[in-house]
């Protein structure tokens, strides 16, 4: 029998097409996946995929033997994800944004645990939602088009909107008056300063401000009165109600991508899985969320 490892990474990269993609999958370096992928076509003595300028493609002798191994590793994988339910029925693990986990999820875990003690809940920040079939999560909670995803629970609609400490909201009076100010720019959301200064008649607005990776740490900056933020609505929205945040404008531009929340498999009635998904759905809709 072949390493098992090795055997996974001619799966992985033959379904997806490509080293690198197969190593982000499993969670090694591409260097990693060559090295089994050529230790499994020495032991084999036939080689699996056909290296170019332009990347890998399997050999007919790689194509003809994949759909096996596909079918082997989703069978085996769907037996480990029901082995670690039924070992830990009280355990739910939710894959989410970093801003995500940190802006909205985070402030509701204290009111999920002591409604539900009993149930363990970890998060994983991922920046993408990953194959639910060859994945051990049992919730994902990310932005999604509505109706994109079956069985998804849309928590909250997004829009954006810029944001400020009151202070500094006390010199903006009209978008124009942010063209002297420090924009805040967050990289994942990048078009947002430009899409809303559209909407407002700004011609040729350009941000002026620092750039950040973590939104989290965009918003603590807004806070802190470093400048104004781009912000999406359900991630400030706690601290807009509770008034550290402003909003110095009227104008709000609709996002289609929704809060959404969704099993990785169909979750039983009264399952740990299905009681999260009901309180977290409930507490959007209380908090007006999901309107």
Not at 57 to 72: H, I, S
């Amino acid at each position: 029998m072949p390493p098992l490892a090795a055997l996974r990474a001619f799966e992985a990269a033959g379904r997806l097409g490509g080293f690198s993609l197969a190593a982000e999958e499993l969670g090694v370096t591409p260097g990693a996946i060559t090295a089994h992928l050529k230790g499994l076509e020495e032991r084999l003595g036939a080689p699996l995929f056909e290296r170019g300028a332009r990347g890998v493609r399997l050999t007919p002798l790689g194509a003809r033997v994949l759909p096996d191994f596909t079918e082997a590793f989703d069978v085996l994988i769907g037996a480990v994800q029901r082995l670690q339910g039924e070992a830990a029925p009280q355990q739910v693990r939710i894959a989410t944004l970093p801003a995500l986990a940190q802006l909205w999820l985070s402030p509701r875990l204290p009111g999920l645990r002591a409604a539900a003690p009993e149930i363990r809940v970890s998060i994983t920040a991922l920046e993408a939602p990953p194959s639910a079939k060859r994945d051990a999560h049992d919730l994902y909670l990310f932005y999604q088009p509505p109706g994109a995803r079956r069985g998804g629970t849309i928590l909250a609609r997004d829009a954006i909107f810029p944001v400020c400490t009151p202070e500094l909201a006390a010199r903006l009076s009209r978008p124009e008056d942010l063209n002297p100010e420090e924009c805040l720019v967050d990289s994942t959301w990048a078009d947002d300063w430009p899409d809303w200064a559209a909407g407002a008649g700004l011609a040729g607005f350009r941000p002026r401000g620092p750039v950040f990776s973590l939104y989290a740490l965009a918003v603590e900056e807004a806070v802190n009165g470093a400048g104004v933020l781009m912000a999406h609505a359900p991630l400030v929205a706690r601290h807009l109600a509770e008034g550290r945040l402003v909003r110095p404008f009227d104008l709000v531009l609709e996002r289609a991508p929704a809060l959404m929340l969704w099993p990785a498999r169909p979750a039983g009635k009264g399952s740990s899985v299905a009681r999260v998904i009901d309180w977290l759905r409930d507490c959007a809709a209380e908090e007006g969320g999901a309107g």
